[in-house]
């Protein structure tokens, strides 16, 4: 699993050299034992380390929703905004019974780890009104291709200061990386 950690640490390493408000916001994160109590014993190890890298985002006063995102509309989420989250998904196919999510956006979409017991976690967009979609094998994949979208300007900084998103490009570094 060093490879996700690399993973985080290079999607750290790029906003903190855009300039991102986030990455000085970002919440340290917890132990594997502190997630496994949450979320069970049979949490699979990249669930535990993506919490290990950020338990969610300090809200300051002033702050708004573009400032707090990792990539374009989205936000790391603590263990425990996760957890309250859950609720208001219940009966998602795709989501199952073991999942929590990772990322969310102002409006209720979401990255979400979903996982079987004993395998590890792949993960689903969640789209409010829209059916949920397995979009990568893995946590490390997600992080990577976000690294990518970086790398290829798919993800960028706009000239209002905003974070936002190339679909064409973000589309190709997707097909790429996850090859679908």
């Given at each position: 699993m060093?490879?996700?950690?690399?993973?985080?640490?290079?999607?750290?390493?790029?906003?903190?050299?855009?300039?991102?408000?986030?990455?000085?916001?970002?919440?340290?994160?917890?132990?594997?034992?502190?997630?496994?109590?949450?979320?069970?014993?049979?949490?699979?190890?990249s669930v535990a380390q993506?919490?290990?890298?950020?338990?969610?985002?300090?809200?300051?006063?002033?702050?708004?929703?573009?400032?707090?995102n990792v990539i374009p509309g989205y936000s790391p989420l603590s263990l425990e905004e996760g957890?309250?989250?859950?609720?208001?998904y219940t009966g998602d196919d795709v989501l199952g019974d073991h999942w929590?999510?990772?990322?969310?956006?102002?409006?209720?979409?979401?990255?979400?780890?979903?996982?079987?017991?004993?395998?590890?976690a792949v993960v689903a967009g969640v789209l409010v009104g829209e059916p949920t979609e397995t979009e990568f094998s893995s946590i490390e994949q997600m992080v990577t291709t976000f690294n990518v979208c970086y790398d290829r300007g798919a993800f960028f900084v706009d000239d209002q200061g905003r974070l936002a998103m190339s679909p064409d490009l973000y589309d190709g570094v997707y097909d790429q990386v996850v090859g679908q």
């Open positions: 060093r490879a996700l950690d690399a993973e985080f640490e290079g999607l750290r390493d790029r906003l903190e050299a855009m300039g991102r408000p986030v990455v000085a916001w970002m919440l340290p994160g917890v132990d594997a034992d502190h997630v496994a109590s949450v979320l069970g014993a049979a949490v699979p190890d993506w919490f290990r890298w950020c338990n969610g985002v300090a809200v300051v006063p002033g702050q708004i929703q573009d400032q707090v957890l309250r989250m859950r609720d208001a929590v999510p990772l990322l969310g956006s102002g409006g209720g979409d979401l990255y979400a780890a979903v996982w079987a017991p004993g395998e590890e």
